[in-house]
């Protein structure tokens, strides 16, 4: 068995693979200041609770996009996996061949949705995950990482508006019935729901033109890819485990 973790800005997504099956799966708050043994008491307490025998497990796969939090997390998995963590990042094969300027900038969560995508989909495709950033990568037919768009995550929009302007309140971020609100937070939820969707479906659609290609498979993925997916016009499919399995698969690339 493995444990795949994808540490994100707003939550750790975390899995056990027993092979190419994925036994269990969970998500938990990331928390900067929480330190190693808070971090393997609350790993081995969720194993525990699963009945995950830690000893059965061979290695840990870690991509991540918060720096801070990493020694913390690696020196959990040290004591209590007595494991050396896999950590993505530059000397990590994955068979991405990445046309960024600067291949080292290219954030590891996008790196292990690209290598997920390559196994289970043909490219071209564009990828759009929905995390606390909104990431859009395009992937070429020849399985070259060609680039991509970032922008603010729609949680991230929802609470600016809420901050900056004093008499709008906080609200849930559920889909409207309608684009013309009655009241005031349904006016909110409208504009952050379907101003979302508009912005999603705009660079899709400049991304697929600029590549150049036909058949160009979108796939959503991340926490709200559901919400935005059932209004969008450009997303084809929706795959919740994308990271997950990108991790599974770059283990494998690496394990020798």
Known sequence: MIVVMDVGNTNIVFGVYEGKKLLNHWRMTTDRERTSDEFGM?????FNSEKIDVSNIEAVVIASVV????????HAI???FKLEPMIVGPGIKT???????????????RIVNAVAALEIYKP???????????????VSSNGEYLGGAICPGIKISAE???????KLPRIDLV???TVIGRNTISSMQSGIVYGYVGTVDYIVRRMKKEMKEDNIKVIATGGLARLIASESET???INGFLALEGLRIIYEKNKQ
């Open 42 to 46: 609350f790993l081995m307490n969720i």
């Open 67 to 74: 720096p801070p939090i990493m020694y913390s997390l690696e």
């Open 78 to 80: 040290k004591k209590y």
């Open 95 to 109: 068979g991405i061949n990445i046309k960024y300027e600067n291949p080292r900038e290219v954030g590891s969560d």
């Open 124 to 138: 071209p495709f564009i990828i759009v995950d929905f995390g606390t950033a909104t990431t859009f990568c395009a």
């Open 160 to 166: 600016a508006l809420f901050q900056r302007a004093a």
């Open 175 to 177: 889909k409207p019935d």
């Open 235 to 237: 997303i084809d499919e």
